[in-house]
């Protein structure tokens, strides 16, 4: 019978580093010591679930990803052009096509695409969400609605903004856009601190 062996420090190691969380970090949101998130890294000491538990959560992750047999520990994610997935996004209702750029499991910090808007008659509706954008134009140019103001943006321009801005974009001149997107999430930390400390 093949050995079934699980290196749960190296994982949390790992997926901390993908984070770009100190142990300091970690240390500070789940209230154990620096030094015993380095033993537990370090497979010194085996932790117990309910630690396990605490850790999880600031990793963002379910218990069970520090038990799946097949992880793979890659350091980098390679999408080639001709191999990006269409993924659906709520701009999708608009007209916008979004190709994904990256395949990274149990990244929920950032989102990455490239977004293709066509010029097509359509409903101006701005729409919010949590987070924050980076735009940089590709190609082409948009007009972009940010709540009650007008941004021009043409090849070579970039912006950044609160998602929670209303926001809407379309196309200029009658000719496709492509847009680099990227996409970050927003925490609150204070929260998070919080359900830590009540084991929810």
């Known amino acids: 019978m093949e050995e079934f062996n699980i290196n749960i420090g190296e994982r949390i190691k790992r997926l901390r580093h993908l984070k770009n969380l100190t142990l300091q970090d970690v240390a500070n949101f789940t209230g154990f010591s620096k030094a015993l998130i380095s033993q537990i890294e370090n497979n010194v000491v085996t932790p117990p679930i309910s630690t396990l538990a605490k850790i999880a959560k600031v990793l963002n992750v379910k218990m069970v990803y520090f038990f799946e047999e097949d992880l793979d520990f890659k350091e980098y994610y390679l999408v080639k052009k001709n191999e990006r997935k269409i993924a659906y996004r709520e701009g999708a209702k608009h007209g916008y096509i979004y190709e ?20 097509e008659d359509r ?78």
Do not use: C, W
């Open 100 to 119: 994904e750029l990256a395949h990274i499991k149990n990244n929920d910090i950032f989102e990455s695409f490239i977004v293709t808007i066509k010029p």
């Open 123 to 200: 409903e101006k509706k701005l729409f919010s969400h949590d987070g924050y954008e980076f735009m940089y134009i590709i190609s082409g140019g948009i007009k972009m609605f940010l709540n009650n103001d007008l941004v021009v943006l043409e090849e070579g321009d970039s912006i950044s903004f609160s998602s929670k801005i209303p926001h809407y974009a379309e196309s200029l001149n009658g000719k496709d856009a492509q847009i680099l997107s990227i996409r970050m999430r927003s925490v609150d930390v204070k929260a998070l601190m919080s359900s830590i400390k009540k084991g929810e």
